[in-house]
Each structure stands twice: as C-alpha cells, then as structure tokens.
T-cell receptor, first 113, second 111 residues
Framework: DTEVTQTPKHLVMGMTNKKSLKCEQH?????MYWYKQKAKKPPELMFV???????INESVPSRFSPECPNSSLLNLHLHALQPEDSALYLC????????????FGPGTRLTVT | DAKTTQPNSMESNEEEPVHLPCNHS???????IHWYRQLPSQGPEYVIH???SNVNNRMASLAIAEDRKSSTLILHRATLRDAAVYYC????????????FGQGTRLTINP
C-alpha cells in the first residue's frame, strides 16, 4: 500500500470556524509533511514531523496547528483563517533514510469565505 | 538552499522521447538531485533521484552532467499521461526532509 489518504477532499469554511484536515498513511513512514499550494504555484513546505515530533515549522502562522497523534496520522487544525489561506493542502510521508522519497496525497482543496 | 533553473514549459509528441533539462550550478557535493511531477488535479509524484551516476527506473532516466551543474530527466516514450509539471529539486544531507519546489516545467504532450 503506497497510498496517502486525505480527508476531506474539499472544505469550505468561514473565517470564524474551526476545522481539521486529516492525513493517513500505512507505509510505515516515520516522517510526515504538510504543504500548501496556491493556484499555479509550486507546493510550499509548512511543517515536518519526524518520529511524531515536530521537526520543521516554516514560520507558519499560529492559526494553523499541526498534530501527529501517531505514526500513521497527521492532522492540521485550522482556526480563524483568512481568505488568502484558500489553497490546496497536501500531505506527504517518507522514510527517514535512503532516498527520503516523499509520497503525496491528493490534497484537500480549502476555501475560506 | 541551492537553486535550480528549469524552462517554464516544453512541448513534445506522443511516443517520442522527452528531455527535460535542469540547471543547478550552485549544487554542493552532497546534494541529491530529485525529480517529482504533478499531474493535473493530483499531488506531486516522485519520479527519480540521483547523486553522481546516471539512474534508470521504470518511469524515467536521469542523466547527470560530469560536473553535476546540470541534469536531464528523460522520458523514453512519452504518453498523454506524462503531461504534468516536472520539478527538479536539490535535496541536501542536512535538512534531508526539506523539499523546496521551484516553478518547474509544464510539459505538454501532443497526440
């Protein structure tokens, strides 16, 4: 199983809402990632978890709160977002050795109204 | 992070080989060269990576210049399904988990 799943596929939320994005992998990967991708732009790294601990935070605003409950799951909690946060949010996972190839999920398309 | 330079777009015909170039003149000795692609409405997909020697896998080949300042991703026989944005990324040993995507090359395949 080389699949990374993400739910929901689409999400529309108001600026005062709280929502969560979920990501799951069963490849035994010990690194998991969140990326943000605006339309017609490349993905931008937001967070990296290694062995369930946050190892990289690319200066992401606190209205985005990541969580890694176990080695297979990664959440991104959203609160008080702005319309400019509307984007495709991609989750990825990788081993922490060899080629570090990242496997990406299909993403969650988020619209903030 | 060392940078890469790729053409914005390329076009090729179905069933013909495609050579996608990437320049990385500031590459360091320990930087790996990775290629990912992103098909429309999908997440990026790992294609291939290498350090110094040319590499082949079921998807593509990677040709790395002797001075490592450039590389070429080769799709031996393009299909319509290969139409995607192709990203050439340098991955260092330090911060090995960090992928910094550039603008990539948008590849169009004509039937």
């Amino acid at each position: 199983d080389t699949e990374v799943t993400q739910t929901p596929k689409h999400l529309v939320m108001g600026m005062t809402n709280k929502k969560s994005l979920k990501c799951e992998q069963h490849m035994g990967h010990r690194a998991m990632y969140w990326y943000k991708q605006k339309a017609k732009k490349p993905p931008e790294l937001m967070f990296v978890y290694s062995y369930e601990k946050l190892s990289i935070n690319e200066s992401v605003p606190s209205r985005f709160s990541p969580e890694c409950p176990n080695s297979s799951l990664l959440n991104l909690h959203l609160h008080a977002l702005q319309p400019e946060d509307s984007a495709l949010y991609l989750c990825a996972s990788s081993q922490l050795s060899q080629g570090y190839e990242q496997y990406f999920g299909p993403g969650t398309r988020l619209t903030v109204t | 992070d060392a940078k890469t330079t790729q053409p914005n777009s390329m076009e090729s015909n179905e069933e013909e080989p495609v050579h996608l170039p990437c320049n990385h003149s500031t590459i360091s000795g320990t930087d790996y060269i990775h290629w990912y692609r992103q098909l429309p409405s999908q997440g990026p997909e790992y294609v291939i990576h290498g350090l110094t020697s040319n590499v082949n896998n079921r998807m593509a080949s990677l040709a790395i210049a002797e001075d490592r300042k450039s590389s070429t991703l080769i799709l031996h026989r393009a299909t319509l399904r290969d139409a995607a944005v192709y990203y050439c990324i340098l991955r260092g040993l330090r911060g090995a988990q960090k992928l910094v995507f550039g603008q990539g090359t948008r590849l169009t395949i004509n039937p």
